[in-house]
C-alpha cells in the first residue's frame, strides 16, 4: 500500500512541476472558471491508479481470506476451506474494486482541496509541493495504516463467515465484540446470533453481515475490531 501511495506521490509532485504554472496563472485570470483544468492537470492518473490499487489489493485480500478462512474451520474442526468458491470469488472482485475506488477518491479530493487552496493563495510550486507531500504522508502513515486494520477486519470475518457457510454444520453466526471500554456504542451487541445469510442488527438499527461488512456505513466499519464465533448443534 506504502509503495503505491510512494508512486501517486512522485507523480503528482513530477507534473506539479511540469504543468502547474501556467494553468494556475490562468485560472487567477479569469476568476477561478478554469481552476478545476489547473487542478486536473497534476493530478495522478486516477484509471491507473484505481486498476494498480484493485490488482494489488485483491491479491492481498485472497490470501487473507483464504487464511481466515481455514483458520475458522481448522478452530472449529469444520473441516477443508475453498477460496475457489464462486461466491467467494465475486465477493473478491466486489470488495477490490469498492477498495480501489474509495481509497483512491479519498486521496483525489485531498489533494484538490490543497490544490484548489493553492490557486487561490498564489502559492509557489515549492510551497505546493510541500503541502502535497503532507497529503501523501498522511496517506503513507496513519490512512494507510487505518486502510490495513480495517480491510483486515472485513476479509477476516467474511473469511471466517464463509467457512462456515461451506462446513454444511454452522446453522447461525454469533457477534463478538472486544469486550472493553472502547467498543462504539453501536457494536454493543456481544453475543447476538443470527441464521448464516441473516444481517446482524446493530444498536443503532444498522444491519451487517458480519463485522466489516463493507456496505455498512463508514461509521461502523473504520477501526473495527469485532468477531464472529459459529453456533454449531452437532446433534
Known sequence: MRKLFEDQRQEVLGNLEDHWEEP???ARLDGMKTLNVA??????????????????GRKLMQANLEQAGQTAADRYDLGRFSITEPSVQRWLDEKAFRFANFVNQETEEALREVLKEGVAAGDSIGTLSKKVAEVFDQAEGYRS?????TETVAVTNRGA??????????QKGEWITARDGSVRESHQIDGQERNLGQPFTLADGVQMDYPGDPDAPPSDIINCRCATAPVIDRG
Not at 145 to 149: H, K, P, S, T
Open 24 to 26: 494556475a496563472r490562468q
Open 39 to 56: 487542478v486536473d492537470a497534476v493530478l495522478f492518473d486516477a484509471s491507473e491508479a484505481r486498476k494498480l490499487f484493485r490488482l494489488r
Open 145 to 149: 495504516e487505518r486502510i490495513a486494520r
Open 161 to 170: 463467515m464463509d467457512a462456515y457457510e461451506q462446513s454444511g454444520v454452522v
